[in-house]
């Protein structure tokens, strides 16, 4: 059984930092790459972050060089480090991974993030 699950989240002030977490179990984490994605209140789904399994990650440009992407295949675990966070990033932040062998995708339940004052 495939468990993505997400942890960290939480209320944070503008230009706070948070660091989330996705510890995956039931895939071969070393196999799959990693992303997260996120959802605001009445806004679809959207990129944020990727680390493929080869460790190069890429970014969407609202996040980039504010936030850093990374995975630990020991622990099957990636990792996001959110710094300088704005209202706008506020959303449900989901995990994401995708096997590159049978392109499976599968998703966590999702984290909540909300910046505000």
């Known amino acids: 059984q495939v468990q993505l699950v997400e942890s960290g989240g939480g209320l944070v002030r503008p230009e706070g930092s948070l660091r989330l977490s996705c510890a995956a179990s039931g895939i071969i984490f070393s196999r799959n790459h990693m992303a997260w994605y996120r959802q605001a209140p009445g806004k679809q789904r959207e990129f944020v972050a990727r680390?493929?399994?080869?460790?190069?990650?890429d970014y969407d440009d609202f996040v980039q060089g504010r936030f850093t992407i990374s995975r630990d295949n020991a622990k099957n675990t990636i990792y996001l480090q959110m710094n300088s966070l704005k209202p706008e990033d506020t959303a449900v932040y989901y995990c994401?991974?995708?096997?590159?062998?049978?392109?499976?995708?599968?998703w966590g339940q999702g984290t909540q993030v909300t910046v505000a004052s």
């Open positions: 994401n991974s995708s096997d590159v062998i049978f392109d499976k995708d599968n």
């Open positions: 680390i493929t399994v080869g460790g190069s990650s």
